[in-house]
């Protein structure tokens, strides 16, 4: 008899940050990290010409169906421009829980009205991002990498390893099938 449990948590993300090419490195990237025991919304801002609120309006009613039944935590991992979906979702007042931005190019003074709710790990691969530095977040994390951000494996453990270990406060996911939803 098996008994199917549905996902502790909720993680919202940029679809090309859990994309890999490589089947073989699954395990490793952000896909096979962090995604067990999340019901996860992936979302891809590029491919459509809308405004980072039309997109958290579009996320957040999937997030408010989601939200109906029990949950732990929301997640919210964002690549480049899509970090501003995270201050939008927060603005439209959905409570975020943690939110892990990776080369976020968008001015700090914009995630303010998140700082007393959620935890904020800021991520960069490139010096180049060094003076968007947060400074109410949890890390500010420089990860030297020679792939491009969505494509680092290192980049997946250490944003993995600030999310179980800080955030759940646990040392592993369960190991609960996630639950997909793309944007």
Known sequence: MTTDKMPNNILIGSEKLFRTKAPWRINNSLLGQI?????VILFNHNKDNTSHLD???EIGKILYKKL???????????LGSDCRIAAELSRLDFKIDAAAFVNNIHSPSLYQGMYGHTAIYNFYTSDQYEYLSIEGAECNQYVPTRLPAHMS????TEIAGCLIYQTYEVTYLNPTPAKFTAI
């Open 68 to 78: 109906q039944r029990q949950h732990n935590k929301v997640i919210f991992i964002g």
């Open 35 to 39: 995604t067990n025991d999340h019901d």
């Open 55 to 57: 997109k958290a309006k």
């Open 153 to 156: 494996n290192r980049l997946a």
